[in-house]
Each structure stands twice: as structure tokens, then as C-alpha cells.
């Protein structure tokens, strides 16, 4: 054994002492710093506990005496998804042949990728406020928000998807003579439409979720019969539709799991 | 020798059978029936429907152009909302790690605590993060602390799912070396768990942190702190052009945060 | 001295996968064990260090019997029980270093283990054996990035790091290349004298078996039927150990 080595420590993760330091130094600051200076009443955050007894014991057990109300605040939520899902997987399209490099030119690619990062942005219950100030209370305005959400998420998956297709099968249709809308149907469709209708299947499952937050901000549906049962200090009727919806997400949420695996 | 078509008794051509042709049929006409039934059925005003490109142009319109006047105090509470995506990201990951640990079939301690982990994942995933906030606005009052805290609740079945799932996957065989050498349970964890799924670890991290930007710019509409209640102040008060300058401080914020995190995602990884 | 008696390991209803075995291993010779697949070499050597609890029977370690320990004494048991496998078994994304001291882990603190803080006569001793086996410029790379030779000899030091009392050795060159799997089967032979060790080694290539072990035990369908010097394993005894299939012997039992 030429030399005796006795000590070693594990090569660190950022090489560079200084702006290891400087990393360590940043969290520490930064999660000090941010905690100690929130603006948090302290004093209300306390009683908490007291309220969250309150509100359990009000809670249980849960009440579904107003079955009518929730039945109907659920239909008209899979009104609202179903509607959503169709208009926004409808729309998606032309937007995702816009957003797609290798079919749009500049200046519409930019402004097809322009709507999906907007559409992403916004949260669905920021839009669905907008909605509701602009066509009134109801599930009009959580039909356009979903409509919304879902072509921020199908257009930007449908345009990754236009972009990977195999541009074999396009040339082989242009040389064969074919009109730039036939090339459309017998060789970029079929490359999309068994990712488009996985994605549509996913999207409605999306939606019905987000169908029960919107309607807390007014735009229809079972989150309005939530924020009305919340807002009356009705806590058992609160918990029967926060069940009901937990319920409702996790069959749907198998059902289209199963649907898709089905498909592919 | 018979050739292949009179062999599977066939000599022309369709793309589908006449059994899935009639599946397809009938799917599209059930897609069609329950699009039918959703129109006829949903409590819409259709003058209004009718009236709504307008109505929206209106909107925005009325928005055009931003006013930035308030463009200080806006940026100080878009501060707040990253705060409240950043703590409650921080604590969620803390508070995942033993609920993936406890849900993970290969490291649950036993059945019960397998049923306990999976409890706390689904109930956490299924109730969004608005409703989440709805009640702990209701327990702790207006504020910061519930939009932490809501975003915590919902952000554990997140992370705590993913990071299970990729407990369950790791490669067993590192951790059956460890046993033989007379280590005790929780260093196994620690030198063949823990490295195999750190890098899952730091990418749900990330992408939680991204998903909770955009979550906790909400928040405010119920209550629970961050840029909502200043978006909700100016929508009350119909000051479009102050909204416009919110909307767009949100979009800035959004991908600055997508950003952020793409960046630390190829550092990290 | 290793004494096994009367051990049988049986999977559920099955036949047994070992069959009333009995062996002992003295000394610091090697030894190493051969027979087909399904034969139950891989269930033996897991029986010894109780990767796999043995069905009944006893298992004795200069003088401790293993079969009934639990907990806490399994573990300090286990700690002098070195093991070698075939797929390596290190942990990926790991330093060499790392891997290495893992085999410290059953002496090492929890607070020493997190914060890889090893003792100093650890870190000399791993840097040995590491020189020893040809490693030691690897300490800080990870181990995903070396050759399988190189992690072989990883996982030989992890094992010797324990300061077994015996080296158990699964397949351990069934995943190597002819030439690095001689490598390899050299190294366990000489370290097996520098060290004074007994070492028990699982082996598929008879040619390998024969050259460097001292001793070849031959299973077949859980029982012993070869026991002797290199020498003797004669064509007529290999056909006895490689003849028939399991299947037509142990009927439905499981695998090894």
C-alpha cells in the first residue's frame, strides 16, 4: 500500500465552494426571511382549532336529506364537462394546426402558440370569474371556462403531437397528386384522431373535476350547491356533496383509465 | 394448396369489419345523444349565449388599456402568492415522505398502515385545492396561513402518489445486498431506497411547485391570501384596466415560474 | 466453522427445494457449489445469512446457530456473513465509496451513515482493499458509470468491509465476461488466503469451479451427491449432478 489515506468526504452536488454557499445561504434566507415577516395573524390562527371542532361536530354526520339539490347541481355539472369537452376538443384543432411549427406559418404559429399559453395561464376559476361578469351567473359561464381550460391542455398535447407525425406519408399523398384537403384526411388525420380521442376522454374527466371548483366562483354546477352550503354554515350538507364529489372523481377517474387502455 | 383469401374465406377489402363499423356508429351516435341531451337540458338563457361574443369583446375592451397605477402594490402581493406556493410546496414534500413511505406496497410497515396511506393519498387528490381553501379559510380566517395550508393538503396526494409509485418500482436488489450486510431497516431506507428515488423526488418537487403557482393565484378569491383577493377587489369594483394589469402580472408570473422550473428540472437531473 | 445439518427449505406445499442437506465448511478453504438450475444452490446460501428462512434444520456459525436468531441478533449475525451476487447489487447512484462503506452500515451510526461521516480506520481499510482489487481511483465515480468487472469488485469489497467470517459468493461471475469472470474468481481465491476466510461460491461454469476452488459440492434437486477435491469431479459424477431435470424429481416445488 503506497500512501495511507484515512479521510473522505462525499464530492459535493455543486462543485463550486462559493456558489454552494451562496445556494445554502439563499434558502436559509429566503425561508427565514419570507416566514418571519408573513402576514399572519396569529391570534386568529389560534382559535382554529376551537372553529375546526365546530365545523366537524356541524359536519358529521354528513346530511343527505337535500339529495334533489345535489343530483341536480351534479347533472348540471356533467352538462357543463360534457359541453366543455366538446367544444373545447372541437376548437382545439384548428388551434393545434396553428400551433404546430411544421404546418403554420410564422406569424399564425406565434399567435396559435400565443392562445394555448394564455389559456394555460389563467387558473379555470379566473377565467370562469371573467365568464361570469361577462354573460351573468349560470353554467353558460362554466361552459366557455372549461372550454378554456381544456384547449390549453388538448390544443398544446394535439400540436406536440401534428409535430412528431411522419411526414412520409404526407409526401407520398402530395406526389400521388392529391389536394392539400385530402392530404389533410387520408394522411395527417389518421395520425392524430387515436390521440385525439384519448386526449378527449382525459379532457372530460378534467373537466368534470374542474366543474366542481368554477361553480364556487358562480359559474353553475355542484360547486355552486358547495359554496352555497359552505356559505349558509350548512357543514353536513357541505360534506355530502364534498363526498359525493370525491365519489364521483374517483369512479370517473377509473372509468376513463379504462376507456383509455381500452383504445391503445 | 389453397391461397391465402379463400384460405380466411375473404376477397375484398374494408378498413373495419361490419362489427366495428356498427361500434363505431353506435359510440358516435352515443357521444351525439348525451351532447344532445347536455344542450336541450342545461339552464342556459339563450338570449345571453347569443349576446356573448359581444358581451366578452365589451369586457375587454373596457380592459384595454392596463393600468399600471397600482402596478407596486400588485408586484407585492404576486410576492405573497409566491410565498405561499413556495412554503406550502416545502411543507408538502416534508409531510409526503412518510406518506409515500406508509403507501408504498414493498416499505409499508402493514396492511393497515397500506389502507391508512392510501386514504390520506385519495382524499387529498380528489378535493380540489379551492375547496381545500374553502375550509381551512373557514378554521384559521381570511389569510395566508389557510392558503398554505390548502395547498399543502391537496399538493401531499400529489407528491405522496408519485413518489409511491416510484418506491414501488426500485430496483429490490440493492436493498436485499444492504440486508445481508446486518443493516438495520432504517439505513437500508437511507443508503438503497433513498438514492433510487431521490431523482423522482427533486422532479415531482419541481412540478408541484410549478402546478402550486398557478393554484395559488386563486386562492384569494376564497379568502385564503395572494394575488385573488387584490384581482376579486378589482373585479368588484369593475376597475377593468387595474384587472388587466393583474391578469397580466399573473402571466408573467406563470411563466416565469415554468422557466424557473425547467431550469432547475436540467440542473437537478 | 460452518455446520449445516438436516436443512430443509420447502415453498409452500411443494416439495422441498432442500432436502435434509447436510455440509461443513472448515477452514479457509474455498468451496464451491455447482448443479443445475433448480437445483437449490442459490436457496442454500441465502438459508445461511437468512435472506431466505430456512424451513427447518440448523445453520451454525462458529458456534452461534443462526436458524432462530431475530432482530437485533440476526443482524449482528448477518454483519459477519459476507455476500457476493450475481447481479452486483449496488446501489446506482451512489459513489464507489459509498457502496463500499454500505458494507459498515451494520457497525456504523445512523447519524455517521446519514451524514458520510465514516470512521477513519473504515476509510484506510476501504482504501486497501480497494488499491487491493484495483479500484481505489474510483472512490468518488459513481457506480452506475464503472465496467461489470469494476462493480464486481465493488461489491467483493462491500462484502469484505463487513470483516465477515465467512464470504458468501451467488453466481458471481454468471453476469461477466469469460476473462473478467477468471478476474474475478482469482481475486475470491486469493483474498480467501490473504485473509484467512472461508469462502462459498455458487457457480454454473465447472471449468471455472474446478481451477479455483479447493473443494467442489455438487447438488442435485436439494440434496448433496459430490463432495470431494477437484480431482475426483470425473465425468461419471457429472452426469449424475447435470442428468434428468428437476421437474421430473421435486414435482411442483418452487424455484431456487
Not at chain 1, 149 to 174: C, H, N, P, T
Not at chain 3, 31 to 51: E, F
Request: proline share 4%.
Amino acid at each position: 500500500m503506497s500512501i495511507e489515506r484515512d479521510t473522505w468526504t462525499k464530492p459535493p452536488f455543486i462543485a463550486n465552494p462559493a456558489l454552494r454557499w451562496a445556494v445554502y445561504l439563499g434558502v436559509i434566507a429566503y425561508f427565514g426571511w419570507v416566514g418571519m415577516n408573513m402576514p399572519i395573524d396569529w391570534e386568529r390562527v389560534s382559535e382554529g382549532i376551537g372553529r375546526a371542532g365546530k365545523i366537524f361536530s356541524g359536519a358529521f354526520p354528513p346530511s343527505f336529506e337535500r339529495s334533489q339539490l345535489l343530483i341536480d347541481g351534479f347533472l348540471e355539472s356533467l352538462k357543463i364537462a360534457v359541453l366543455a369537452t366538446a367544444g373545447g376538443v372541437l376548437l382545439s384543432i384548428p388551434i393545434a394546426f396553428m400551433a404546430a411549427s411544421n404546418m403554420a406559418p410564422r406569424p399564425i404559429f406565434y399567435l396559435g402558440r400565443a392562445i394555448i399559453i394564455i389559456a394555460r395561464s389563467f387558473h379555470p376559476v379566473i377565467v370562469a370569474i371573467l365568464f361570469v361578469k361577462a354573460v351573468g351567473f349560470g353554467p353558460f359561464a362554466g361552459v366557455l371556462t372549461l372550454v378554456v381550460y381544456s384547449i390549453g391542455f388538448v390544443a398544446k398535447m394535439l400540436a406536440e403531437r401534428i409535430e412528431e407525425i411522419d411526414f412520409g406519408q404526407v409526401e407520398a399523398m402530395r406526389a400521388a397528386g392529391a389536394p392539400y384537403l385530402s392530404t389533410l384526411i387520408y394522411a395527417i388525420f389518421p395520425q392524430i384522431i387515436p390521440r385525439q380521442i384519448g386526449l378527449s376522454i382525459y379532457q372530460l374527466d378534467s373537466n368534470l373535476r374542474a366543474s366542481a371548483v368554477v361553480g364556487l366562483v358562480g359559474a353553475g354546477g355542484i360547486g355552486a350547491t358547495l359554496a352555497n352550503a359552505f356559505g349558509r354554515y350548512d357543514y353536513d350538507f357541505a360534506l355530502a356533496i364534498t363526498i359525493v364529489i370525491v365519489g364521483v372523481i374517483l369512479l370517473s377517474e377509473a372509468i376513463s383509465g379504462i376507456i383509455r387502455k381500452r383504445i391503445q | 394448396m389453397t391461397s391465402l383469401s379463400e384460405q380466411f374465406g375473404r376477397d375484398e377489402w374494408a378498413r373495419f369489419t361490419l362489427k366495428q363499423r356498427m361500434m363505431r356508429y353506435a359510440i358516435l351516435l352515443g357521444c351525439g345523444l348525451v351532447i344532445a341531451w347536455a344542450l336541450t337540458s342545461i339552464e342556459v338563457i339563450w338570449p345571453w349565449v347569443w349576446g356573448a361574443p359581444e358581451q366578452i369583446g365589451d369586457l375587454f375592451g373596457r380592459m384595454y388599456p392596463p393600468d399600471p397605477s397600482n402596478l407596486a402594490s400588485i408586484l407585492a402581493v404576486l410576492w405573497d402568492t409566491v410565498n405561499i406556493a413556495t412554503f406550502a410546496t416545502a411543507f408538502a414534500v416534508l409531510l409526503s415522505l412518510p406518506v409515500a413511505y406508509i403507501s408504498a406496497q414493498n416499505t409499508t410497515p402493514n396492511r393497515a398502515t397500506l389502507w391508512l396511506g392510501r386514504l390520506i393519498l385519495v382524499t387529498s387528490r380528489s378535493v380540489n385545492t379551492i375547496i381545500w381553501a374553502l375550509l381551512f379559510v373557514a378554521i384559521f380566517g381570511p389569510g395566508v396561513v389557510a392558503g398554505i395550508i390548502a395547498i399543502m393538503f391537496r399538493s401531499i396526494g400529489f407528491i405522496g402518489k408519485l413518489l409511491g409509485e416510484a418506491i414501488e418500482e426500485i430496483d429490490k436488489r440493492p436493498v436485499e445486498a444492504l440486508e445481508a450486510t446486518g443493516a438495520s431497516r432504517f439505513k437500508v431506507i437511507l443508503y438503497a431506497i433513498v438514492p433510487q428515488v431521490m431523482p423522482t423526488f427533486w422532479a415531482v418537487a419541481i412540478l408541484r411547485w410549478d402546478i402550486n403557482l398557478r393554484e395559488s393565484t386563486v386562492l384569494g378569491l376564497v379568502g385564503a391570501g395572494g394575488i385573488g383577493i387584490v384581482l376579486q377587489g378589482a373585479i368588484d369594483t369593475f376597475n377593468w384596466p387595474e384587472v388587466a394589469t393583474i391578469l397580466l402580472a399573473i402571466i408573467a408570473l406563470v411563466i416565469i415560474g415554468e422557466v424557473i422550473s425547467a431550469f432547475l428540472r436540467r440542473r437537478i437531473l | 466453522m460452518l455446520k449445516i445439518t438436516d436443512l430443509v427449505k420447502r415453498y409452500g406445499d411443494g416439495d422441498p427445494v432442500l432436502k435434509n442437506l447436510d455440509l461443513t465448511i472448515e477452514g479457509e478453504s474455498v468451496v464451491s457449489i455447482i448443479g443445475s438450475s433448480g437445483a437449490g444452490k442459490s436457496t442454500l446460501l441465502r438459508c445461511i445469512n437468512r435472506l431466505v428462512e430456512p424451513t427447518s434444520g440448523s445453520i451454525n456459525l462458529n458456534g452461534v446457530e443462526l436458524t432462530n436468531l431475530r432482530g437485533r441478533n440476526l443482524r449482528a449475525a448477518r454483519r459477519k456473513i459476507g455476500m457476493v451476487f450475481q447481479g452486483f447489487n449496488l446501489v446506482d447512484r451512489l459513489t464507489v465509496m459509498e457502496n463500499v462503506q454500505s458494507g459498515r452500515l451494520g457497525y456504523i451510526s445512523t447519524w455517521a451513515a446519514m451524514t458520510r461521516r465514516y470512521p477513519k480506520e473504515d476509510i484506510r481499510r476501504a482504501f486497501q482493499l480497494m488499491e487491493r482489487v484495483g479500484i481505489a481511483q474510483y472512490a468518488n465515480t459513481r457506480a452506475d458509470q464503472l465496467s461489470g468487472g469494476e462493480r464486481q469488485r465493488v461489491g467483493v469489497v462491500r462484502a469484505l468491509m463487513q470483516e465477515p467470517d465467512i464470504l458468501l459468493a451467488d453466481e458471481p461471475t454468471a453476469s461477466l465476461d469469460p476473462k473478467t469472470s477468471e478476474q474475478i474468481m482469482g481475486l475470491l481465491r486469493d483474498l480467501a488466503g490473504e485473509l484467512k476466510l472461508p469462502v462459498l461460491i455458487n457457480i454454473h461454469n465447472v471449468t471455472e469451479a474446478k481451477e479455483y476452488t479447493d473443494r467442489i459440492v455438487g447438488m442435485r434437486y436439494g440434496r448433496i451427491i459430490f463432495d470431494d477435491k477437484p480431482d475426483m469431479l470425473d465425468q461419471a459424477a457429472m452426469d449424475e449432478i447435470y442428468a434428468g431435470s428437476p421437474h421430473a424429481d421435486r414435482g411442483k416445488a418452487g424455484a431456487t
